[in-house]
């Protein structure tokens, strides 16, 4: 299709046409799958929150192994393979009706017979970060209250951790009954603020106390390869939230590629920032002595116990957005049976941007899986999920060692490897299902700029010669000063629509090799450290 646009500036309607087709694309995909209803905002809160957490506090002890130099480069490293990671499932979304995406409807169309792997991975990792969190409430409320009056440590109560696990229970249940991840948007709103505080708090004593001398800072150096692969997985996993993506995909009411691009970088560049900051200001008040929770360096005082019970906020309205994949995966992989792969692809195709995978009429599942989870079956599993995660927070006191070896397998493969895996797969130019959705796009797109090119026609014909001459001449001047940056500006997008698709699937096929990578350096610092302890 023509660009008119540099033929003349006045024609502003002919410069969007592909957004007007990218747009019309999308409002057609969510009328076929029903569409969301969240917003743009109420996204980036959800999906930071989620990447956001205790680990913050971790970050000056990780960029002390790194130096500073280094920790920025790999703090911001980590940020853009996450950022890449998220976009990629947003691109295997298209392939999806709208609001049915989710890992178990992509590995049905991608690997259907390892689909109970990928979730049971998920449900586990998910599982075993809420109850890391309940963990930690029960490790700092009794901390808090002798914080804030001595007098509790002699009330017996007050000073059990089993205690204050079963209280902050009666606020986790009802939040983790919510059915739609953007009904927690207010409760993430405020666990934001309490990790605002601990920014604030990191920040202040940056600026009031005496800095670490010089010679405790490494600038340039660093502390060498094991320490540095040791603080590795602490800065990769701080940016791990992609088992929510797909219900942030379902859920956002304008599902334009601006629109999740928009929040994908907004949350990720905020977690970066919070991160650099955090790990600048902490490691040059403390330097190399400092630890992984810089919180309990500081002298005690009610700032301090404030940061706690912070943190305690911070965790307790986190568990919620681990009860939501993990159930969601649960059903998944209670839903599975072996499949034919043959089968699966002997698909009627149908055109107009109809969903890919031909599904019942049935009510939408809020998880974004492709069959509707039933109240009762709701409740059971969610029941099923905190009573689990509740006997488990009481009976033992460190998950340490299950979560690195968890986090090892389970974040880098959502991360990194399943959203690698998954578009390369699916966008093979062979793929049945690559070809039905660049055919039901290349048939809107025709139409559409068959209707754009009449009114260009008409809006031509109307202009004189001269006029045309001029702006024709204008602009060949300016393709001859500029070159080739000029057209590359020209052709690069916000959204990220001018990627070729090769590139991306080259790019998908990276990010899944550096996700097995990072896997292993993982698991054998872990194995490193298992063999250390004893």
Known sequence: MPNYSTITGESSGSASAGDMARHKRARGRQKEGGGGQATMVSSVINLLNTIIGAGTLAMPSAMSHFGMTIGIIVILWSGFTSAFGLYLQSRCARYLDRGSSSFFALSQMTYPNAAVIFDAAIAIKCFGVGVSYMIIIGDLMPGVVEGFDARAADIPFLMDRNFWITVFMLVIIPLSFLRRLDSLKYTSIVALIAIGYLIVLVVYHFASDALAPRDKIRYISWGGPVEALASLPVV????????????????LANNSPASVVGVISSSIGSAASVYVLVAITGYLTFGNEVIGNIVSMYPASIASTIAKAAIVILVTFSIPLQV?????????????????????????????????????????????????????????????????????????????????????????SISFILPGLFYYKISDPNSIYHQRLMKDDDALSLTESESEDENMDENLLGRSVES???????????????????????????????????????????????????????LAMNLVGTVTAH
């Not at 499949?339 to 149908?350: A, E, L, N």
């Open 236 to 251: 990769i996993f701080a940016y791990t939230c992609h088992q929510n993506m797909f219900s942030i995909l379902n859920e």
């Open 324 to 412: 939501h994949p993990c159930r969601a995966s649960v059903d998944a992989v209670l839903k599975w049976r072996p499949k034919d792969v043959s089968r699966s692809q002997t698909r009627t195709s149908s055109p107009g941007g109809r969903p890919l995978i031909p599904t019942p009429i049935q009510s939408r599942s809020d998880h974004g899986s492709t069959a509707s989870i039933s109240d009762m079956r709701f409740a059971i599993l969610t029941t099923i999920i905190l009573v689990l995660a509740y006997i488990v927070a009481l009976t033992v006191v460190s998950l340490e060692r299950v979560l690195a070896y968890v986090g090892s397998t389970g974040s880098t």
């Open 468 to 522: 045309i001459r001029s702006a024709a001449s204008g602009a060949s001047a300016r393709s001859k000063n500029s070159g080739f940056p000029w057209r590359w500006r020209r052709k690069w997008r916000w959204d990220m629509e001018h990627l070729k698709p090769e590139f991306l699937r080259g790019a998908s096929l990276a990010l899944a090799i550096y996700g097995l990578c990072v896997m292993g350096v993982c």
